[in-house]
């Protein structure tokens, strides 16, 4: 079974800063398509930012172009999601999603083709 655990959510102002991770203990995912998708009341999970393998350009969702960036480090076996310039319309739950399959990019942003989530952390900005 394949665990993904998030951390680092919280609160904070608007145009403030937030990083959050995703650590997957005991596996490599250098090669894994894994993303980050959040969600909030009453809306579909949205795709927000992801890469098909270590080290290639990210998919992203357009209102998170400039604002933020993916990185992972496979020493740590740890995704992480550096946030900032954060909107209100930013508040959700995140969820770290991977699957050991190297998907298309016409279905990188598709909840359903990921096979392992994580139970979400809460980013909230307000004032």
């Known amino acids: 079974q394949v665990q993904l655990v998030e951390s680092g959510g919280g609160l904070v102002p608007p145009g403030g800063s937030l990083r959050i991770s995703c650590k997957i203990p005991g596996r490599t995912f250098n090669t894994w398509t894994m993303a980050w998708f959040r969600q909030v009341p009453g809306k579909e999970r949205e795709f927000v930012i992801g890469n098909r393998r270590n080290g290639e350009n990210p998919a992203y969702t357009s209102s998170v172009k400039g604002r933020f960036t993916l990185s992972r480090v496979s020493a740590e076996n740890a995704m992480y999601l550096q946030m900032n310039n954060l909107r209100p319309d930013d508040t959700a739950v995140y969820y770290c999603?991977?699957?050991?399959?190297?998907?298309?990019?016409?279905?990188?942003?598709?909840?359903?083709?990921?096979?392992?989530w994580g139970r979400g952390t809460q980013v909230t900005v307000s004032s």
């Open positions: 999603a991977a699957t050991s399959r190297r998907l298309i990019t016409s279905t990188q942003r598709l909840s359903s083709e990921y096979d392992y």
